[in-house]
């Protein structure tokens, strides 16, 4: 009996994105659009840029941990391989680019660049550099998260896979992936592993500044120098 496609066994559906990896993606989704949406001081969201800023920090540290312990596709050593690059880009060039069950080799890449412009607009913002430097990785972000979802609708309809789908439901159809096995699960110590990272960036930032996930006008939430010196006896007070 042929158990390896659609028999009821299998399912016809196959395990790919944890709930974990899931939640994430799309909290970042959220906090990232109220990040822009609050960036102009005269936003009515405004005072909440600083505290959505801190709050995409707190997600990144969940998600570099779990980049090391979360489930099988959420892991960088499944995904990161430069040397699959080459073969995917001539097979998206011949347009028939190969349906990968996790991220596909430039969708690896690109992970890497949201995550990596992600924390660096989060520490320009927080270290208080020059206004223009923030500005200008926080647009470069924007601009490659617009690529982000151009390649990820594009690949849906080359693969003829629903990516964004999946992304909601940690789903592909088997039939696409007709000889891989559901993804390995997380275990409960990475949730706790993963969720310690968490809190502990949580404690970091309290620590750094007590009303750091709190509204606050712009000048408040800015760590340059100056800025501190100038604050100084509101912070002795709240000590
Ligand atoms: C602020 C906007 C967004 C950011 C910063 C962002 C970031 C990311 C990141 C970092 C990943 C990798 C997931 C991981 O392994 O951690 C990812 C994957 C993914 N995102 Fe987004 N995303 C954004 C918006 C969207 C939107 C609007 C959609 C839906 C249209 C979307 C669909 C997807 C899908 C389908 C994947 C999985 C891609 C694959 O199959 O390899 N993303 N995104």
Redesign the pocket.
């Known amino acids: 009996m042929d158990t390896s496609q659609d028999s009821p066994a299998r399912g016809r559906s196959i395990e790919v ?1 944890d709930f974990p ?1 899931r939640l ?2 799309w909290l ?2 959220v906090a ?2 109220l990040a822009f949406l609050s960036s102009e001081e005269e936003s009515p969201l405004a005072a909440w840029h600083v505290p959505v800023g801190w709050s995409i920090a707190v997600l990144l540290a969940f ?1 570099l941990t ?2 090391f312990v979360g489930g099988e ?2 892991r960088f050593a499944q ?1 990161v391989k430069p040397s699959a690059l080459a073969a995917h880009i001539k097979g998206l060039l011949h347009g028939r680019p190969e349906a ?1 069950l ?3 080799a430039l ?1 690896a890449l ?2 890497l660049l ?2 990596g412009l ?1 924390a660096a607009t989060v520490w320009t913002g927080a270290v208080g550099v020059d206004e223009e430097v923030h500005e200008l990785i926080a647009y470069t ?1 924007l601009g490659l ?1 617009a690529l ?2 151009g390649a ?2 594009m ?1 849906s309809f080359l693969t003829r896979e629903n ?2 789908r ?2 909601i439901t940690g789903r592909k159809r088997r039939d696409r992936h007709p000889t891989a096995d559901d993804a390995r699960p997380p275990s409960p110590l990475a949730l706790i592993l993963a969720t310690l990272a968490a809190a502990a960036t949580v404690i970091g930032v309290l620590a750094y500044d007590p009303h750091s996930f709190q509204p606050q006008t712009r000048e408040a939430g800015e760590h340059s120098p100056d800025v501190d010196s100038v604050k100084a006896p509101d912070a002795e007070a709240d000590r």
């Open positions: 994105w990896l994430f993606h970042l989704v990232i659009a998600r779990w980049g596709h959420a995904f990968t996790g991220h596909n969708g690109s992970v949201l995550l992600i972000l998260v982000h979802i990820v609708v690949m990516l964004v999946a992304m």
